[in-house]
């Protein structure tokens, strides 16, 4: 393989987009903090979440999988991601909430080249997970519900981890408890800055 090397332009145009993978578990905050690296950036949200329940909206299909309690096949859930990537407001960066979360997702991203520069790991103990939820008061937030979603995620997500902890310089892990949300957000935009 021939490397060829990048022009002046092409470096600072990498060395300017901002793409973050935010990952972590049930009520780690990924949805809070990419609020605050959103407008530190100005790079937009994208959460597939979101995006799941627009195309529920829109697909028969899908609306049939996600009333079962079903996962969306990887393709569509690929396809919407590359359709909400290709939109403009990504051209500078983007902060991709909760995706992957598991190693078929994982696979995916890899295959369709979706890139990323940092993965922003949002570590919670599992007392602090329990005491934020339930403190949310909504009726699948109890200890035991919690508990077996945390149990989940270690199995689907974990192995995720692992992977992206292979790439140091763009693995930042935070403990996101014991402060206050603004000093955690300055945290992660701090050690974002640093690397970049």
Known sequence: MILVPKTL???LE???NVTVVMIGGPGSGKSTYSKYLTGHFDIPHVY???MMRDLQKKDPEVAKIMDRGDLVPIKKVMSALRSRLAKDDTKNGY???GFPRNTEQLNAMREEEI???YVVYLNVSEKEVIKRLTSRGRKDDKPEIIKNRLKVYEKET???????RKSPRRFIEIKA???DEKSIAADIIREIEKRG
């Open 158 to 164: 974990g192995p995720v981890v692992k992977e992206f």
């Open 9 to 11: 332009k092409q470096f």
């Open 48 to 50: 597939t979440g979101d």
């Open 14 to 16: 990498e060395m300017s």
């Open 177 to 179: 408890e014991g402060k």
């Open 95 to 97: 902060i991709l909430d």
């Open 115 to 117: 890139s990323y520069n």
